[in-house]
């Protein structure tokens, strides 16, 4: 399934995958704001969209970076620019816009049952960079260390 034009949210499907759900390893995840029509067609697939803190509808898809059964590493998703060449997951910011390919499929587990979105792929149509060199730094005032010698013992101020 597609997910054509979406603005995509908290994207961590290059060097920098997220703990999965059991933290016992990890995922490349990344969010898909959604459309009401988007919402109404994953709705009736079996796939229930969340919404973010400002109450717009999204959508996670997930991959893990290694295989359940084996351990051995899988594949990362592919990404690539508007154009179709390869493209640096690391850099898609918040509200890129972006093709978003995703596989459905249903799954079974300790007697529960349930149905999965999967990341396949995704194209970056509209890149807004995220650069993690724009961090914030701080400005201070350095201070003298004190240290206290025991002849303070009788001024302590407290």
């Not at 249903?106 to 007697?111: C, H, L, P």
């Amino acid at each position: 399934m597609l997910l054509k034009n979406v603005k995509v949210m908290w994207t961590k499907i290059g060097s920098n995958p997220d703990s999965n759900y059991n933290e016992d390893g990890y995922e490349w995840t990344i969010d898909c704001l959604l459309s009401d029509e988007q919402v109404a067609e994953l709705s009736s697939k079996g796939i229930q969209s969340k919404d973010d803190p400002e109450g717009r509808p999204f959508v996670r898809l997930k991959r893990p970076t290694t295989y359940a059964k084996s351990g051995d590493p899988m594949p990362a998703p592919k990404v690539v620019d508007k154009y179709g060449e390869p493209h640096n997951p690391d850099n898609i910011g918040n509200e890129s816009v972006c093709n978003v390919q995703g596989r459905i499929r249903e799954w079974e587990y300790k007697k529960k049952s349930g149905v999965a979105f999967d990341l396949v792929a995704v194209q970056v149509i509209e890149l807004n960079e995220y650069n993690a060199g724009d961090a914030v730094e701080f400005d201070y005032v350095p201070k003298q260390e004190v240290e206290l010698t025991a002849t303070d013992d009788e001024n302590i101020p407290f």
